[in-house]
Structure formats: structure tokens, C-alpha cells
């Protein structure tokens, strides 16, 4: 697997910034007495400001894995559902043992 970089993401339609750094950028969206940190967090997905943080001090797989989970709650967003962190877990999960197990790449 390659490193995760930073770019301009197309999610169903709409522009998003993905993010790929050791420390997060400023949120459009704090979250609520939550600090994101690179010591506490594996990545963010901030919902007014269209953008994902992932930490790159994570090993490869795990930053995809990650992206994969924010992603779901940026899919969330746009489709104005919500989904328990819970379910958004297992959602991850199993996507991610699925493409990684079978070597699928996506382009």
C-alpha cells in the first residue's frame, strides 16, 4: 500500500479536503470538549468544513483504515444520516479486512 496523501477528495458529488499530516488543521466544526490530538486521535472528519484529518504517525494500513472510517461519517453528512460510532466501527472493519485481505485496489 501506498502512504495516504493529502488532496482534494470528490465524495458523492461534493468537495472535500483530505488531510494527511501529523498534526490536525483548525476545524470549521470543534467538537464538543473533545481535542483532537495526534496522541488521543487517528483522524476527523469535520462536517462543516468538508474535511478529513488523518494522522500520518500511523502505520500505513492503520491511516487507511481510518480514512475509511471517516469517510463513512462524511458519506453520514452528505446523506443526512446518522449512524452510532458502533455501527460506523463495524462498517470500517469489515470494508477494510475486505479489500485488504483480497488485495483489492481501487484504481
Given at each position: 500500500m501506498k502512504p495516504l496523501?493529502?488532496?482534494t477528495l470528490n465524495i458523492m458529488?461534493?468537495?472535500?479536503?483530505?488531510?494527511?499530516?501529523?498534526?490536525p488543521p483548525p476545524f470549521k466544526e470543534p467538537p464538543d470538549k473533545l481535542v483532537i490530538s495526534p496522541d488521543t486521535h487517528h483522524g476527523y472528519c469535520d462536517r462543516v468544513g468538508n474535511q478529513i484529518w488523518i494522522c500520518n504517525n500511523d502505520t500505513v494500513e492503520h491511516q487507511y483504515s481510518t480514512f475509511i472510517h471517516e469517510l463513512i461519517h462524511a458519506i453520514e453528512t452528505i446523506n443526512d444520516i446518522k449512524l452510532s460510532e458502533h455501527k460506523v466501527l463495524i462498517f470500517e472493519a469489515g470494508l477494510f479486512q475486505v479489500l485488504?485481505?483480497?488485495?483489492?485496489?481501487?484504481?
Open positions: 496523501k493529502s488532496r458529488g461534493y468537495k472535500w479536503k483530505l488531510i494527511v499530516s501529523r498534526k485488504h485481505a483480497n488485495k483489492i485496489k481501487l484504481y
